[in-house]
């Protein structure tokens, strides 16, 4: 599963400004495992995360 799923994190990461990247590896690693776990895209996470950050 820890291949996959850093391939998930990759793919976020591509929809992500550069300065969030750190964000997916601290705070909100446990969300994303979840995320992935439910099937979320990984541009709905990225989304996710965006709407978070900028409100």
Aim: proline share 5%.
């Amino acid at each position: 599963m820890l291949k996959p799923f850093s391939r998930y994190l990759t793919a976020i990461e591509e929809h992500l400004p550069s300065e969030h990247h750190q964000l997916l590896r601290n705070g909100l690693y446990l969300a994303i495992l979840d995320w992935y776990t439910d099937g979320i895209e990984p541009i709905e996470a990225a989304a996710r995360i965006r709407h978070a950050v900028t409100g």
